[in-house]
């Protein structure tokens, strides 16, 4: 008899009944616990199966359930996970993963057949229709004879649990799951490459041992119904009716379909603007901003949440002062649009002029011709600006002086955490697009070039999208690892952009023509650590550097061969690398005052087969937040330091609580990010990850009350962090983070379903 088949039908000898699954009562046996618990811990260190017993017995009642019996053993030993007792987080794993497959499986021991599983799937409308198109039968048992279920023990509870809260596949409705981990890798890989057992194989392998990191839109959905998997979609918005209206159209249906949205409303003119020869007064940005608003909070993301958006505007529009003061809680509803992000869009001459101490000109975008189609090119911008300041044609506008802008900005940007910052020529100068790019995404690592729409079925328009995943830099142990994770990234994201559907035909136009994947790395803090390494450690720049050229070099590598096999995107003369440039051409060269550009891989080798074949996608990395996913793994977030080595994040079934990658060996390595005196070291270390990602990154910055004299951060040191930013190269500054009041509790992001959530 099973252990499982033991726990719940053993006779008991305390005078207390017990509920059973299928309503019938026996006599509570308290040895059918021990049975469990000993099982949970075995093998275990420093885990006590009494400990977890004594803790559970103060919830037990006379007629309880059988099933909420585990749910207290699961609780009882997750409440034991501390600092000094980090490994009950693998013992409630355990017994989280028994009470799923219990429920799943309708036992613990045995999986389903696998291809009746995907049937069963199908025929209920919850899987892909086509997804055994490719397959036989003795294809799908191959794969099930594949699938390595013991892998589920590399789940800690909270991650384990972020998977069954998010991931799995479920009747949001009913609470009923319909898969277990292992399953739900092998029917995405199966979905991925189709017909392929081989690739699906390593796919398989590379995701479910963690050294591929899948963003919420592939986890959550490839191998169900919907079949959008863009992390990132990016709308430039045009300054009339019918663009603004489409805009919203597009918005509505990427947001229903988990995408996070990143919108351009730089080109709308400003209020008062004359329309029509000057019969109608234009109403201005604001009332528009929060037709956006709604349409994002609206429409629901997987039944979870309304979606999210960020905002880009240029410093010099003439309502940047209004924009910037938009997410504040002063005020009223009606000058205020607190739901959505805000990225501001900054150049030289803007830090030229702040740092000189000297006024800036303010603009309507439809009055100063070409100075907005002009913003990112330096010389072009700055001649074209001059020229408008002094012409006495252009009526609408106003200065304003630039030290006080930005300590409005920096105000704002401190006591929301929520005004980015976007260095649009660092954007343009040092990335592989070749013609200009506008804006970002709603978590700022994505840079595309994007045309607005003025309809839905716009055949000229672009939405931009991007299609994400990240490395894990803890799993990845040599330059071979690099290299098939590379390989496995790149090929199975090639494979997502053919797979999904696309709502809206500018997002398709946009996709197929130039395949831009932005592959990043997750668990930086944990893979430092494991190196022995601090953020501040002098050798910290050099080992990425050393680590970046690599994974960088390797994902041009895997897209050339798949150029040299299927043909180069049709787009892909719109990049520099069609020019033969690489990033070590293109990156900032202050970079090398923090690590000299010394070079272990064949760039050259490189450059030469791009020139004979290109590349199947315009662009290769980004490096995205990843902060679900980073818990599912068992992984510090993206490139972030920690905030503390045991972690509390809040969930939907309350704290779920996580210790640091390698906890024994390396706690004493961890930075732990408001413990740092200021962010010189952080700046560092994405400059040095930028020379290296041919778009962007979402790069976090941190302050401590605590370390200044009156307990208040200034502002000029949020100005002073967004000039050096600017120095070296870093293209976006995202969050301003500060502690949140206990330290404590971490708190979910609100941009869950967009990018942030990968």
């Known amino acids: 008899m099973s252990l499982e088949a033991s726990f719940f039908t053993s006779r008991g000898s305390i005078n207390m009944e017990v509920t059973k699954r299928d309503g019938e009562l026996e006599l509570y046996d308290v040895e059918k616990i021990h049975q469990v618990v000993e099982w949970a811990t075995e093998g ?32 009882s030993a997750s409440d034991l996970i501390s600092e000094s007792t980090p490994n009950y987080q693998y013992v409630a794993a355990r017994l989280l993963n028994m009470s799923l497959r219990k429920n799943v499986w309708k036992h613990a021991t045995t999986p389903p057949d696998l291809h009746h599983h995907i049937c069963l799937m199908i025929d209920r409308g919850i899987y892909d229709l086509e997804m055994l198109d490719a397959w036989t039968r003795e294809d799908v048992d191959e794969l099930a004879a594949h699938i390595k279920h013991e892998r589920d023990n590399m789940f800690t509870y909270s991650g384990l649990q972020q998977l069954i809260d998010k991931y799995l596949i479920k009747n949001r409705t009913t609470g009923i799951i319909y898969e277990t981990p292992q399953i739900a890798y092998m029917c995405i890989a199966m979905c991925l490459f189709s017909g392929d057992k081989k690739r699906v194989k390593e796919a398989y392998d590379a995701y479910s041992t963690f050294k591929v990191n899948l963003p ?9 119904t919907i079949k959008q998997f863009a992390s990132c979609v990016l709308v430039d918005v045009d300054d009339d009716l019918d663009g603004i209206f489409s805009s919203v159209h597009a918005v509505g249906k990427y947001t229903a379909r988990r995408a996070g949205i990143g919108l351009n409303a730089g080109r709308i003119r400003p209020i008062n603007s004359p329309i029509r020869g000057g019969e109608v007064i234009h109403t201005g940005l604001i009332p528009y901003l929060k037709i956006f608003e709604s349409a994002v909070k609206a429409t629901s993301q997987n039944g979870l949440r309304g979606g999210s958006a960020t905002v880009h505007i240029p410093f010099w529009h003439y309502e940047i002062e209004d924009v910037l003061v938009l997410k504040n809680n002063a005020g009223t509803d009606d000058n205020r649009v607190r739901k959505l992000d805000y990225s501001i869009q900054f150049c030289k001459l803007f830090y030229d002029r702040l740092i000189k101490n000297e006024d800036i000109t303010l603009f309507s975008p439809d009055e100063a011709q070409g100075l907005y189609e002009a913003f990112g090119d330096n010389k072009k911008f700055e001649e074209l600006y001059v020229k408008y300041e002094n012409s006495r044609s252009i009526k609408m506008k106003k200065k304003v002086n630039a030290r006080k802008l930005a300590e409005v900005f920096a105000r704002e940007r401190l006591e929301t955490g929520r005004i980015y910052s976007m260095n649009i020529d660092n954007c343009n100068e040092n990335g592989s697009w070749d013609i200009p790019v506008h804006m970002s995404n709603l978590c700022q690592e994505i840079i595309h070039p994007t045309v607005p729409i003025n309809s839905v079925d716009d055949p000229d328009g672009e939405i931009g999208i991007c299609i994400l995943s990240a490395l894990n830099l803890g799993e990845l142990n040599s330059d071979k690892d690099i290299q098939v994770a590379c390989k496995n990234a790149v090929e199975s994201l090639e494979s997502v952009i053919d797979y999904q559907d696309y709502p809206i035909l500018a997002g398709e136009n946009f996709t197929k023509n130039r395949r831009s994947l932005g592959i990043g790395v997750t668990n930086l803090a944990g893979f430092l650590a494991k190196n022995k390494l601090t953020y501040d450690d002098p050798k910290t720049p050099e080992l990425i550097h050393e680590t970046m050229e690599k994974i960088q070099w390797h994902l041009l590598d895997a897209s050339c061969k798949l150029a040299e096999k299927l043909g180069p995107c049709e787009k892909f003369s719109d990049t520099k690398y069609s020019k033969g440039l690489l990033p070590i051409d293109w990156y900032k060269k202050s970079v090398d005052e923090i690590v000299k550009p010394k070079y272990s891989m064949d760039w050259e080798g490189l450059r030469d087969r791009i020139k004979q074949f290109g590349l199947r996608h315009s662009t290769l990395s980004a490096i995205m937040p990843c902060e679900s996913s980073s818990v599912i793994q068992n992984s510090t977030n993206g490139i972030e330091p920690v905030r503390q080595l045991l972690s509390y994040k809040k969930a939907k079934n309350g704290v779920l609580k996580q210790l640091v990658p390698n906890y024994h060996k390396c706690r004493k390595y961890y930075s732990l990010a408001f413990d740092m005196k200021d962010n010189n070291a952080i700046i560092k270390i994405v400059a040095v990850l930028q020379k290296f990602v041919d778009m962007s990154i979402s790069a976090n910055l941190y302050y401590n009350y605590d370390h200044y004299e009156d307990g208040s951060i200034p502002l000029s040191q949020i100005i002073k962090d967004n000039i050096t930013s600017y120095k070296y190269g870093v293209k976006n500054l995202y969050y301003c983070n500060t502690p949140d009041g206990d330290g404590k509790l971490e708190k979910e992001p609100v941009c869950e379903g967009g990018a942030c959530a990968i």
């Open 44 to 75: 275990i260190n420093n885990v006590s199966p009494s400990d977890i017993e004594m803790n559970m017995n103060l919830s037990m009642r006379d007629k309880i359930s059988t099933e909420e019996i585990h749910q207290i053993l699961i609780k």
């Open 216 to 224: 919420t839109p592939i986890m959550a959905g490839v191998r169900s």
